[in-house]
């Protein structure tokens, strides 16, 4: 994230004004920081929503899934490679 202020002009309803302004007084923090905070929450919640779904579909396909399941296998015992850890 970067820590370059701008002052875009971006407009939000009062509602969720009156809601980032409660939640960055209740955390004592301001409310740019509760704004960034929710909008990085966010993108890692689409994120993770888009890996999941993609994996159901990946699931949902026998033939994928089985080469899926091969391919983690090949991975698992490369890390049996004879390194003892060090």
Do not use: C, H
């Not at 089985?66 to 490369?78: I, P, S, V, Y």
């Amino acid at each position: 994230m970067s820590t370059t202020t701008e002052s875009p002009n971006i407009r939000i309803s009062p509602q969720s004004k009156a809601t980032l302004r409660e939640l960055a007084n209740r955390e004592g923090k301001p409310m740019q920081a509760v704004l960034d905070k929710a909008i990085e929450q966010y993108r890692r919640d689409t994120f993770f929503r888009a890996l999941n779904e993609s994996y159901s579909r990946l699931q949902a396909d026998p033939e994928a899934w089985k080469q899926e399941l091969g391919e983690r296998q090949e991975w698992d015992t490369a890390l049996m490679d004879g390194l003892d850890g060090e």
